[in-house]
């Protein structure tokens, strides 16, 4: 039987597919989404920033902001558990650069005010084929049960190389 | 220009989040506006081909379409998003400015509908298209 794997090599491995999905995305940056990896569980984090608000009588998140933290948040899911089973397999990053989802629709249900504090987004992959997957993600401040938006998204996967 | 347009403009080229990504407030009218938004590479999505995020897009969108709310007479000054739908029809050209023009078609005592198509140069192919419900402030 094979020794487990160092736990340093996994997470080397696994921060790498990471950074190598958000990194070189320019307006991930522009934004400041991170992402807190657990396992393969990731969480969005958008660190509140003033730039970032909308109405600043109320003072409220921008809905744009909102919208488009949801969307980095469903996309980056979206890649990141494409990706996982073949690198988990093959120990290495896939060759080549990676292509991310392209966005058909996106869909933002804005449930109350986004609040001059930090958010937080999951998202849940429903369906993922080989042309078309549908995410789901939700997005909250205080409360991980108190939602402050969701959204659903279809996304054209990129196309896979021929054999 | 009406008192109401004059407050508009002033208002949304207040917004800190539309002056961070380069917003410009082109034209508003009764229920209707239009917002450009300059190419920038540091909203770029894909750096392989230089195309703008979806999300910048979204928040255009939302900023019209937001907008044309408040500039629409029955609809007064304040107003939030419900919800938004968009479709992305093509990727924008790396480079050109995208522009997108929101009219608010319907008022309710509570409810404002809109739709919005953003362009780049070419305008007669879209780049995205939105739909979205806004709420009404009630006056009195």
Redesign the interface.
């Known amino acids: 039987m094979k020794p487990p794997e160092p736990v340093h090599v996994i997470k080397q491995r696994r921060e790498g597919l990471l950074r190598t999905l958000v990194d070189?995305?320019?307006?991930?940056?522009?934004?400041g989404v991170q992402f807190d990896r657990r396992g393969d569980e990731l969480t969005a984090v958008l660190p509140f920033r003033?730039?970032?608000?909308?109405?600043?009588r109320l003072p409220?998140?921008?809905?744009?902001?909102t919208?488009?933290?949801l969307?980095?948040a469903a996309m980056i899911e979206l890649a990141w558990s494409t990706l996982w089973d073949g690198v988990e397999a093959d120990g290495a990053l896939p060759e080549g650069?990676l292509?991310?989802p392209?966005?058909?629709?996106?869909?933002?249900?804005?449930l109350r005010?986004g609040l001059p504090r930090d958010a937080y987004a999951r998202a849940r992959v429903n369906r993922s084929g080989r042309r078309y997957a549908s995410v789901h993600v939700e997005a909250w401040q205080d409360n991980r049960a108190r939602l402050f938006a969701q959204a659903t998204g279809h996304f054209l996967m990129p196309p896979v190389k021929p054999e | 220009m009406s008192d109401i347009t004059t407050i508009a403009r002033q208002f949304i080229q207040a917004l800190p989040h539309s002056r961070a990504l380069g917003m410009q407030l082109e034209a508003i009218g009764e229920g209707t506006a239009t917002i450009s938004m300059p190419y920038d590479a540091r909203l770029v999505g894909d750096p392989a081909t230089g195309v703008l995020h979806g999300g910048a897009v979204s928040a255009l969108m939302d900023t019209a379409c937001g907008a044309s709310v408040m500039s629409h007479p029955q609809a007064g000054f304040s107003t939030a998003t419900l919800d938004l739908r968009i479709d992305y029809m093509r990727p924008a050209t790396p480079g050109q400015t995208i522009r997108t023009r929101a009219e608010c078609h319907h008022v309710t005592r509570s409810v404002a509908f809109v739709r919005a198509v953003a362009t780049d140069d070419d305008e007669s192919r879209p780049v995205a298209m939105a739909t979205g419900a806004f709420t009404v402030e009630r006056k009195g």
């Open positions: 070189g995305v320019p307006y991930i940056q522009f934004l003033d730039d970032l608000i909308g109405n600043p409220a998140l921008h809905g744009g902001a919208a488009a933290f969307e980095i650069p292509r991310l392209k966005t058909i629709d996106f869909t933002i249900d804005y005010a």
